[in-house]
């Protein structure tokens, strides 16, 4: 045993001694490679002197002297030189250019032309100007004196006044609907559903019971609508229960709501007489399947419904 632990030593000894040499070796190595490294470095930035010398020598060889530059220029002349005529030396102020002066010139009496015609366009535009005022002064006092004067033909103008206050009329009729007067129906047809805001009432389509604040009028499709009273035309617009409609206003608070309407002739603002067409029959939504071709017919009173067949002639 103690044979086998002194060569086991041993061998640690060699080991480790043959370690210590390899990395002395190695450190060795690495200290002169980067030693010649730096050596080239520093002879890469060592400046020959000489060199720059010789060098500046050629060139100082290379170059002219004075006389021969002299005699070059002498040779070449001034005549073949480039000269700008309108160049001016800084601070030469006696240099003179003759064709600069000469367009400084025509310039110049070129702006006084035009100064002299803009004057003149303005004294003509001035008179046409008190001549217009001249003018309208002198209509106005004959427009004057003849409103006073009994010879002036006026009736053109009286007519005119008056025929414009019958289109104004007409097409702005005055809207004031009583409860004494009557409707028009607005189309021929049996009531298919009746008013009834008291209690319910049966709809087959829907199959259930309800309020009903209008009359459905059985028609056909395609039929003429007229107007049932005069009235002016404050919605058009589409409902999906009952399909395209008119509010027509006949005035003190009425309103009037025609449904189930196609190819509508009228538009908001318009005033419509009584049995004015404003719409043609359409078919029936999905809500009135059933009912067939109808006409919806609802009148109000500040909103509130009415039974239109109490108004109905």
Known sequence: MARRNRSSIRKERIIMLASSVFVLTALTVTGVYVNRNNQAEQE????????????????????????????????????????????????????????????????????????????????????????????????????????????????????????????????????????????????VGDVLINYSMDQTIYFPTLQQYKYNPAIVISA??????????????????????????VVMDLGNGYELTYGQLDNIIVSEGSYVSVGDYIATVASPTKYYSLEGTNVYFKLTKDGEPVNPMTRLQ
């Open 44 to 187: 890469d930035y060592v400046v020959d002197f000489e060199a720059l010398e010789d060098q500046g020598s050629q060139t100082a060889e290379n170059m002219m002297s004075g006389e021969e530059l002299d005699t070059l220029f002498a040779e070449v002349g001034t005549d073949d030189l480039d000269y700008d005529p309108g160049f001016q030396e800084a601070n030469s102020l006696k240099v003179e250019n003759e064709e600069e002066e000469e367009q400084l010139k025509e310039k110049s009496s070129e702006d006084e032309e035009e100064e002299q015609t803009g004057q003149k366009v303005n004294e003509k535009s001035v008179e046409q100007q008190n001549d217009a005022s001249a003018r309208e002064k002198k209509e106005d006092e004959e427009e004057e004196a003849g409103m006073f004067d009994e010879t002036v033909d006026t009736a053109g103008n009286s007519s005119a006044v008056e025929e414009a206050e019958v289109i104004s009329t007409t097409v702005q009729p005055a809207l004031d609907f009583e409860e004494e007067d009557g409707l028009v129906w607005p189309i």
């Open 220 to 245: 056909t499709q395609g039929e003429n609508i007229a107007a049932a009273a005069d009235g002016r035309v404050i919605s058009v617009a589409y409902d999906p229960v009952i399909g395209n409609t």
